[in-house]
């Protein structure tokens, strides 16, 4: 499995090319780009075409996006009308919605990539049909702009009555718009364990990500190094071995404090799950 990185790690920070680099030098070849705009201001075209510049002349290549939860630079606290949701039931505002989706899958323009990761809804949201309606017409619409711009649309399991296992599998089944998944362990842990979830979603899964937490508070350990995390990494990675070739592993870690240095750690981390999950 080639090994990845989130830019999550860093989302409280502006991305500048000095990462990247460190990025790059601990080993990744790979990494998602989260879009947050106090990290990655999609918006701000200098700041976007620096990094098309690094990129340009960088082995490490962008796997990714992951497509913005709010539309303000303090992750929402801005208020209620900062939240993107695909899943809103207001027209205007659930336009609003793909319309900051749609900024950030420009960057795709500048810097090539082959995924979008998106939720459907928001942490902790109920299930109702009318939800899905509305995820299902933002959806046609999100994944024609990113296949025009060479980019797939994947569902991201995450802890809400709308994105179980289940819940996507049923959401596929009724609208058939043909969407892969990025397999989320932390959050398939937090709903019924990461075997279920993974069971049910293998056979479209295309990007992963990699964290741990206690089975209920999705707070994105650190593997092995974080105290609290209570996911069965043996058998994890031998469940995600077992679709050989067809995601990477993709760390989606968060900053904490006694993780310092942070990419000497997240290298750590990569190297001991490569140890795991291999055939005996």
């Not at 993709?250 to 190297?271: F, I, Q, S, T, Y």
Request: hydrophobic share 40%; glycine share 6%.
């Amino acid at each position: 499995m080639t090994p990845a990185l989130s830019t999550h790690l860093f989302v409280q920070h502006r991305l500048t090319t000095v990462t990247l680099d460190k990025i790059q030098s601990a080993g990744f070849p790979k990494v998602e780009i989260f879009c947050a705009r106090q990290h990655l201001d999609y918006r701000n075209p200098a700041q976007v075409d620096e990094l098309r510049h690094w990129f340009r002349d960088s082995p490490l290549k962008l796997h990714s996006l992951h497509m913005p939860m709010y539309t303000d630079d303090v992750w929402g606290r801005t208020g209620p009308n900062a939240v993107v949701n695909i899943a809103e039931t207001e027209k205007t505002k659930r336009i609003a919605s793909v319309d900051e989706i749609k900024r950030a899958l420009e960057v795709a323009e500048q810097i090539p990539c082959t995924f979008a990761i998106q939720h459907i809804g928001v942490g902790g949201e109920e299930f109702d049909e009318r939800k899905l309606e509305a995820a299902f017409s933002s959806l046609e619409e999100l994944n024609l702009f990113a296949r025009q711009r060479g980019v797939e649309v994947l569902l991201e399991n995450i802890p809400n009555k709308l994105s179980s296992a289940e819940r996507l599998n049923y959401f596929l089944g009724i609208t058939h718009l043909g969407n892969g998944y990025c397999f989320d362990t932390g959050h398939a842990h937090i709903h019924l364990g990461v075997e279920h979830e993974f069971n049910l979603m293998k056979e479209r899964i295309r990007s992963t990500h990699i964290h741990d937490n206690d089975g209920e508070h999705d707070v994105h350990l650190f593997p092995f190094l974080a105290s609290g995390g209570t996911i069965d990494w043996k058998r994890t990675m031998t469940l995600l071995r077992s679709r050989r070739g067809q995601y990477p592993m993709l760390l989606e870690l968060r900053e904490a404090e006694g993780m310092e240095p942070l990419l000497e750690k997240a290298a750590d981390v990569r190297e001991r799950l490569a140890d795991l999950g291999h055939p005996e």
